[in-house]
């Protein structure tokens, strides 16, 4: 019995080895698929305060927590069984409709830049909506939806370049880094832009200390910095976020048409970012992503502009056509 004690204490041990080094291995790649992910996730963070400009102070936290929740449900309810179910049974739709949402990227940030610049003639290209007045709570709860469905493509991008990076497993090991990958990437931006949200809050703290205090004096100044430089930064998140919803659109379909033969755009900017970055003496590697960035900006632009008229003389019509159909069809079942 004594024998078989050992032999059931060395089995444990190997199995608990097994698990250990399996849970090693997981983290190891979840951490390198988080870094390849790492570009999209400060896009991420720098898009979404642009959605929340517009709220009084009392309810940015709040509103900062129901967009993280919608983050975290769109990666880990929707977009990790999608990505599996896809990556065994459908590999090759997953390009395809990335790049559809790449071109609603475009679309959404180019919008924005038509508004800016037409902003009488802008709502005439609005997705069929109608223009109404909305109350405090419904113009809350509007910002969150489109928040949340920008946060989709983002993550759905996010989750597939995890994918491409996981080597071949099983499908637990996956799933397990994929939502590891998924909590903490949601977890980073939206800490991330709760602190900027707030920011102002801690300056005002911290002009607010005594006076009395000397030793306060060049707290009270930060302080009074960060409350007059909140605004302007602010805005220039905006200003970001709508930039970053262009480029990365735009990288996502010129990605995509490498997938489909057209890789010459994409290795054309690469060419073109390398070439600068040579002819420079420092900051090479930023100086290169500037350059594709701003390509692939100017072919999000393009794409978005092309994809305003698209939507509000055809798609727009197509849609309320389907739904005015549908509710048609449910009144006459309902008869």
């Known amino acids: 019995m004594s024998v078989g004690l050992v032999a059931l204490f ?8 097994a698990a250990a080094a399996s849970i090693d291995d997981v983290a190891g790649q979840a951490a390198k698929a988080s870094t390849k992910a790492a570009g999209v996730v400060i896009d991420d963070t720098a898009v979404t305060p642009r959605y929340l400009t517009e709220f009084s102070p009392s309810r940015e936290m709040p509103v900062v927590g129901k967009i993280a929740l919608g983050s975290l449900k769109n990666k880990l309810l929707f ?19 990335l790049m559809i949402g790449g071109a609603y990227l475009c679309y959404e940030g180019a919008e924005k830049v038509y508004e800016a610049l037409f ?4 709502h005439a290209h609005e997705a069929g909506l109608e223009t109404v007045a909305l109350d405090a709570r419904s113009f809350e709860d509007e910002k969150i939806a489109s928040a949340i469905k920008t946060d989709f493509i983002l993550s ?11 080597p071949g497993g099983s499908i637990v090991n996956q799933a397990i ?8 990437i949601t977890a980073a931006v939206y800490g991330v832009v709760a602190l900027i949200v707030k920011a102002d809050d801690l300056g005002v703290a911290l002009a607010r200390l005594s006076p009395a205090s000397r030793a306060a004096a060049p707290l009270r100044a930060t302080g009074r910095a960060i409350v007059h430089a909140m605004p302007y930064l602010l805005g220039a998140l905006s200003t970001i976020g709508t930039a970053a919803m262009i480029w990365v659109g735009g990288g996502i379909i010129l990605h995509g048409l490498e997938a489909y033969g057209l890789g010459w755009p994409a290795h054309a900017l690469h060419d073109a970012g390398a070439a600068v970055a040579r002819a420079v ?3 090479s590697a930023l100086i290169a992503w500037l350059v594709e960035a701003a390509g692939a900006g100017v072919a999000g632009l393009a794409i978005g502009l092309l994809a305003i008229p698209l939507t509000g003389r055809v798609l727009s019509p197509l849609w309320r056509q389907i739904k005015s ?3 048609q069809v449910l009144l006459r079942n309902r008869a």
Do not use: N
């Open 10 to 17: 060395d089995d444990i041990a190997t199995l608990a080895k």
């Open 79 to 97: 977009l990790l069984p999608a990505a599996l179910a896809l990556s065994f049974l459908l590999p090759q739709a997953i390009t395809p409709l």
């Open 119 to 122: 902003p009488h003639d802008a």
């Open 156 to 166: 759905a991008e996010i989750m597939a370049i995890t994918l491409a990076a996981i």
């Open 177 to 184: 880094i994929l939502a590891v990958v998924g909590t903490g």
């Open 281 to 283: 003496p420092y900051g």
């Open 325 to 327: 159909l549908t509710r």
